[in-house]
């Protein structure tokens, strides 16, 4: 099929390329500036070229997010403009890549995931929405901007399942090839740990002698994590282990 990748300069969305093409698809990458090989632009957050870089796909897999800016500006309203913008008579399967625990966590950018869901979900548009868990690379910079000097805090009781953003890739080139969900499914690491867990393994590996320091957060945010919000209930797992990732 012809594939289009939004958020196609991202951490995901460079990795995406690869395993799509060797399932034999055509790729294109939409991003703001259209940079690079395969590269086309189309701004969500302001509907600018969408038409004309949805222009004969196929296919969507829709990867784009600001989680540093206006997530309801691109991930929600961006959202609505893609689907406004899709050629629905071409279109065979639109892959929205989410994260695990959008609708039991309450935390800002995670409503406007949820949010984002609720629109594909009303749009009638063959759709799969993947919750992922954490990225491993982005475990990493979590804890060294935590860590302050020789401390490093962390979260009393938070549990995660990091996954690989290769084996990310990998998964979503073969669900873009299935039949369309209709609704979520979950894709985690292999295996659950908690953040001090986490951050010994990262300071054992990349800064020694620093010192893990738990501590308690209190409030919903809290709580949800405590109780695994963040942990996959179904869905297929990865294989590489956040070990194997440092230690790689």
Request: glycine share 14%.
């Amino acid at each position: 099929m012809d594939v289009l990748v939004t958020g196609g300069t991202g951490r995901l969305g460079q990795r995406l390329t690869a395993p799509l093409q060797a399932a034999g698809h055509t790729v294109r990458q939409m991003s703001r500036r259209g940079t690079g090989p395969g590269g086309v632009r189309g701004d969500l957050a302001t509907g600018f070229d969408l038409t004309s870089a949805l222009g004969g796909a196929e296919a969507v897999v829709h990867a784009a997010s600001d989680p540093r800016g206006d997530p309801w500006q691109v991930d929600v309203a961006g959202t609505r403009r893609l689907v406004e913008a899709v050629d629905r008579s071409r279109m065979r399967h639109l892959v929205y890549v989410s994260i695990v625990g959008v609708d039991r966590i309450p935390y800002g950018y995670y409503r406007a995931k949820f949010a984002a869901e609720q629109v594909l979900l009303a749009s009638g548009l063959p759709v799969t929405l993947v919750r992922v868990t954490q990225f491993h690379d982005f475990v990493d910079t979590l804890l060294d901007t935590a860590r302050r000097g020789p401390v490093l805090p962390v979260p009393m009781g938070w549990q995660v399942q990091p996954v690989d953003v290769g084996e990310v890739a990998a998964h979503l080139a073969e669900v873009v090839g299935r039949p369309p969900a209709g609704g979520v499914v979950e894709y985690g690491g292999p295996e659950a740990l908690s953040a001090a867990d986490l951050a010994r393994a990262w300071a054992g590996v990349r800064a020694p002698g620093a010192h893990v320091v738990v501590t308690p957060v209190p409030g919903k945010l809290g709580a949800a994590f405590r109780d695994g919000a963040a942990l996959p209930t179904g869905g297929e797992r990865g294989r590489r282990t956040y070990g194997e990732h440092l230690r790689g």
